[in-house]
């Protein structure tokens, strides 16, 4: 009998899904809303519902749960998720176990991108892989001979606040120059904004934004930089050395024989890696930076669910 592994991965806006088989390969997919004013155990149940719903449930052999916040792994409870308020102290993994009669694993959603990425970009032919996720924060996954290491009390790879300017800008973690702040979304459309204010090079993201600085977001930045716009492009350069002196860091640290990149910012693909790869060059160790593969995944939406589901596989 095929061995069939099922994954949730729990947004502030969608639950996604899936079965997939020992490869990582998606065999049913389905998702649903996320009802943030509904209570924990109502979820669970309709969550536990579309579950019942694949053809191939019965040969799940386990699930696992990708949810963002602060996860108490070994016990399998939901401390407290930012995005989801209502699901403070949740007993997640008894919960679902007591409904399906399954082993039920969970983690953050950082680790489950990190394993996703693990098997969907780099198919798990390495021993040593980091994932950074470049979104609205700044996040990782830290995968050592194959599985995933979660540290002391599971909060390793919080990448984005490593230190890169030591009196740089606030974090939100009390923090001054954490990575986040020169490279999370939030704060490359903030640069672009105070950019826009004390120059007058530029009005072409303006016009891509309706002339409403509160609708720039980085895929406008990254479509105005294509078309040669001088901000946007000075936006992305500064984004890509920083970037580049986190990852620098990182393989001096860990000569990890990958590195994934995923999230949206990763969307601006060479507009970001170029500056970083010559940043790498100018900071990491020779041998390290060469043997190191820089990718750009291809299945960002994916990672969650895929890797929730095989999260089981690398504890
Ligand atoms: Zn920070």
Known sequence: MANYYLGVDMGGTLIKIAIVDSKANIIEEDFI??????????????????????????????????????INFKDGIVRYS????????????????????????????ANTAAIGAYWLDIKATVDNMICVTLGTGVGGGIIINKKLFRGN???????????IEP????????????AETYIGAKHIVKETVDLLNSSNKSKYILNLANDNIKQI??????????????????????????LGILLADIINFFNPDAIVLCGGIS????????PAKEEI???????SAKSC????????????VVGAAMLVKSL
């Not at 009390?153 to 230190?163: C, M, Q």
């Not at 974090?171 to 954490?178: A, F, L, P, Q, T």
């Open 33 to 70: 809303d996320t009802d943030i004013t509904a209570k924990p155990k109502d979820v669970i149940k309709n969550i536990t519902e579309v579950f019942k719903k694949f053809k191939n449930y019965s040969k799940v052999n386990s699930i696992g749960f990708g949810i963002a916040g602060d």
């Open 82 to 109: 930012p995005n989801i308020p209502k699901w403070n102290k949740v007993p997640l993994k008894k919960e679902i176990e007591q409904i399906t009669n399954k082993p039920v694993f969970i983690d953050n959603d």
């Open 153 to 163: 009390n599971g909060t390793a790879g919080e990448i984005g606040h490593i230190t």
């Open 167 to 178: 009196n740089g800008r606030k974090c939100n973690c009390g923090n001054n120059g954490c």
């Open 217 to 242: 977001t980085p895929k406008i930045l990254a479509q105005a930089a294509k078309k040669g716009d001088f901000i946007a492009k000075q936006v992305w350069n500064n984004a890509g050395k920083k």
């Open 267 to 274: 969307n601006a693909g060479n507009l970001i890696i170029t």
């Open 281 to 287: 060059k100018k900071r990491a160790f020779k041998t």
């Open 293 to 304: 593969k820089i990718v750009v995944s291809k299945y960002t939406s994916k990672l969650g």
